[in-house]
């Protein structure tokens, strides 16, 4: 992908999904039209993204990174960074919206539809990761631990070491 | 926003160290792991700390990004940077917040690559994969929880099932978004009580 796709489709992404990985099935469905296999590449990028500092949603700059390199992750940087400037806008029309029963019930109505497409995107990425037992063990175990509220490189540290040891 | 008009001892925004947000923030860029929650907490904690927001002003900076598409901390970090030093405090709050993550971010993409292409590292990359799976299911379970606490849950739940049903169906998201819009508008007491509800969501959440 271009530098532009690469902006493009994180930008729409981020500016059509609410909340941490809100963006995913939107993002899913840019690289599925680019022709990419995306489940792969965003599996990859959650892994990083979740041991790294900072929102959820950063995992958006390793796809840049996965993508395009160095280029492609500030891409993206910049890409994230416009969507939350509308809190700008937001902040001097919400007395006038807030009170109107169609904009909360948008909200609400966006909100539920990304929840829904993200459990599809979820389900999508668990069917391509889990291939035996030790892999499905490994999804509850990554499930839980973050629930939990376990550091996400927990996870990812007894991951690597049950392939090293286990084979899968 | 109450905490952009909040001016204590008749300081105005431009008074403040802009510094000081850009530290703050650096330092919560760099050591808030665990995603959402870990960061909305390191920030209450920074606002508490320098006495730059009371809790309701916390709050209404919680409420005003979960209202903003895209990144809801990022929205936050803006409205507590620019409450404390302005236009300087909002840049440098995103600039804190932003500068260490993504070099930490591409770091650690950088040595996944490296480390792919040694032999020996599909199955553990394999295994890791998986694990991400598994913190996929986990995020989406928790948004599922933050947007069903908004309103009642079984209705929630019940439109839930229905999206499902919708996006199993339509293989296309920007269409099933367009249809989620499209019916808030067209019977909006489907969605959200006609009174005014101001109670705030909880700032735990996962965003």
Known sequence: ?168 | MRGARHQPSGQTPSDRHWAAVLMAFARIGATAFGGGSATIAAMRQTCRKHGWLDEDEFLDTVVLSRLTPGITILAQALLIGRSVAGLRGMAAAIVGMMAPSIAITITLAWGYVRISGLPGAATPLAAIAAVAAGFAVSLALQLLRDVLRRDRIVRGALLYLAFLGLSLLINNTLVVMGIAAVAAVIAPNLFSAREVDDAAPEADDDH
Request: proline content about 5%; aromatic content about 4%; overall charge positive.
């Open chain 1, 1 to 168: 992908m271009t530098i532009d796709q690469v902006f493009l489709t994180v930008f729409l992404a981020s500016l059509l999904g609410f909340g941490g990985l809100g963006s995913l099935p939107v993002l899913r469905g840019g690289l599925t039209d680019h022709g990419i296999a995306a489940d792969p590449l965003i599996l990859q990028s959650l892994a990083v993204g979740n041991i790294s500092p900072g929102p959820n949603g950063l995992y958006l700059i390793a796809i840049g990174y996965f993508l395009a390199g160095i280029a492609g992750a500030g891409a993206a940087s910049v890409a994230i960074l416009l969507p939350p400037l509308l809190v700008l806008v937001l902040e001097r029309v919400r007395e006038r919206l807030i009170g109107k029963q169609r904009f909360r019930a948008c909200l609400q109505s966006l909100s539920l539809a990304v929840v829904a497409l993200l459990t599809v995107s979820s389900s999508q990425l668990v069917l391509h990761a889990a291939r035996g037992p030790v892999t499905i063990g490994l999804v509850i175990l990554g499930a839980v631990l973050l629930t939990l509220r376990v550091p996400s490189l927990v996870g990812v540290i007894a991951a690597a070491a049950a392939g090293l040891l286990l084979g899968l």
